[in-house]
């Protein structure tokens, strides 16, 4: 093994794609003494939390909140050893304000973890078993996580950092290793309460991609919970972009490399191993090939796959293809006056519609707007952010694409305006996104977000591993353990830099 830290030696890593993971991965490498290039064919680093501008506006694509920025927090660990300062952010709280169908006053999920359970205890009586349990695990996943397992191991080093995160304290999770929070509610005797399940079908929808039925307890513990000091959720100052911004500046500080509007089309595999990329200018439509000690796609598992082509290995390429649907995101965004909204409005909001006239899976948006002086809107304006799942499917197989996308854009800002002040007079700027746009500019497979869902057969031990079956080709992202968002897709880029590393 070379010398990463001053020999003369460097291995070279090649890395698809500046989402958060990628740039996390390579900027962390780089610190190290790796030689790391990463190629993104999209026009600004981040993926699906870069941002765009229009008409003075900055608008968030499509994460709106970032976790791990406290103490001992994954983004907090990590610039630490990029030796980079954090972005300044504020506390989200509420971390989200949930409306269900026909109730005006929302369900506050408060930071402050006894106005929670004030909260929850009020809105949903009888449940506080179902809380508590929720809590336990918790308490006990995040020790075990903090202790940086590998998950799930495909050899004896990854068996090893497993076992050493191992507690006794830890083995109250295992009961529950094949609990959905739908069995869970089952045994609480709570299945039947359905305003607590539609809270949950909400709130896990968002982070899980799945509803409480289907999604394992034991992420669900963490998702649930992780709004809650000492943990919580922010609001990035400027843009989620900043994000990008600081991880760029590392990575290239420390000698690493990037090239924007460069598209990988295929990997290169000669005996069981990774060796090469090809790669395409977008701008000149020069293509050549690019050797690696070490290729990290910090794609999906359907892209890599199909980035692999006839050197996908069978079982790993029928797994994927068993894969129940993922989703995609139908997101509008608004640019309006100050006055379209209402004081002491949340920065995050939930709603859910009774069933006429649904929009998305679940007929819900979920809403992000921007704060005075948070960077993105000009003194006097603001913006909203609606977003819901949706099946990518009829977005690629319509006739009237252009209809389609008026139709949902019109639903949304009527269902908006329920709440916001929203008049002709106090929108500024309207555009939206669909399936179709996130596969334009961020190259995921059919436009889909969020992962593959956090169900038993895909979550933590069950789900797919860093580690690929092909030697030295690695998998980051939303796709591995432990799920979405830019805290999630970090953690797999920390645990694969280990793995190359250790």
């Known amino acids: 093994m070379p010398n990463h830290r001053g020999g003369k ?5 090649i890395i698809i794609g500046a989402g958060i993971g990628g740039l996390t991965a390579g900027a962390l490498l780089a610190r190290r003494g790796y030689s790391v290039l ?6 600004v680093p981040g993926g699906c939390a870069s941002t765009f501008k229009r008409k003075g506006f900055t608008f968030d694509v499509g994460a709106t909140q970032v976790a791990g920025l406290e103490p001992g927090g994954i983004h907090y660990r990590i610039f630490s050893e990029l030796e ?59 020790k075990f996580q903090g202790r940086d397992p590998v998950l799930p ?19 109250i999770t ?28 909400l709130q896990l929808k968002l982070y899980s991609q799945v509803d409480a039925e289907e999604t394992a307890l034991l992420y669900a513990a963490t998702a649930l919970s992780v709004s809650q000091e000492p943990q919580g959720l922010f609001h990035l100052q400027g843009s989620m972009q ?25 990997i290169k595999v000669a005996q069981g191993k990774a060796k090469a990329v090809v790669i395409r200018n977008q701008k000149t439509g020069e293509t050549w090939t690019e050797s690696a000690d070490h290729i990290i796609a910090n794609v999906t598992v359907q892209n890599l796959v199909k980035l692999l082509g006839e050197k996908a290995p ?18 509008v965004y608004l640019g309006v006056d100050a006055s379209a909204i209402p004081l002491d409005c949340p920065p995050h909001l939930q709603f859910m519609y009774d069933a006429n006239g649904p929009i998305g899976e679940n007929n819900s948006l979920f809403v992000s707007v921007s704060h005075p002086g948070d960077g993105r809107a000009t003194t006097g304006k603001a913006t909203i952010i609606a977003s819901s799942f949706v099946d990518p499917e009829p977005w690629w197989q319509t006739e009237d694409y252009e209809g389609l996308k008026q139709k949902y854009t019109e639903d949304a800002i009527a269902r908006l305006a329920q709440y916001f002040y929203l008049k002709p007079e106090t929108i500024i700027h309207v555009e939206a996104a669909t399936p179709r746009t996130f596969a334009h500019y961020t190259a995921r497979d059919r436009g889909i977000v969020g992962g593959i869902g956090q169900r038993i057969a895909t979550f933590g031990p069950f789900g797919f591993a860093n580690r690929t079956p092909i030697d030295h080709l690695w998998l980051v992202g939303d796709s591995t353990h432990p799920g979405e968002g830019t805290a999630g897709v970090s953690y797999s880029a920390l645990t694969v830099v280990r793995q190359i590393d250790g």
């Open 9 to 13: 030696t460097k291995s070279r890593v």
């Open 84 to 142: 980079i300062d954090l972005p300044p952010a504020t506390p989200c709280d509420p971390a989200c304000a949930v409306f269900l169908p026909g109730e005006n006053t929302p369900i506050n999920v408060w930071r402050d973890p006894q106005k929670w359970q004030e909260e929850r205890q009020r809105q949903f009586p009888g449940s506080e078993p179902f809380w508590q349990l929720i809590a336990e695990l918790f308490k006990a996943s995040w």
């Open 38 to 43: 990463i190629l993104d064919q999209a026009l």
């Open 242 to 266: 900043v994000l990008s911004d600081r991880l760029v500046s590392a990575l290239e500080r420390d000698g690493g490399q990037l090239l924007m509007r460069h598209t990988v089309e295929q």
């Open 174 to 201: 295992v009961p529950y290793t094949l609990f959905t929070v739908g069995d869970a509610l089952r045994a609480y005797k709570l299945a039947d309460d359905q305003r607590l399940r539609t809270f949950l079908d």
């Open 153 to 171: 191991p495909r050899n004896l080093w990854d068996l090893w950092q497993l076992t050493k995160a191992v507690r006794p304290s830890t083995l």
């Open 314 to 331: 069978s079982g790993y390429k029928k797994r994927v293809a068993k894969l129940p649907p993922a989703s995609g995101a139908f997101v």
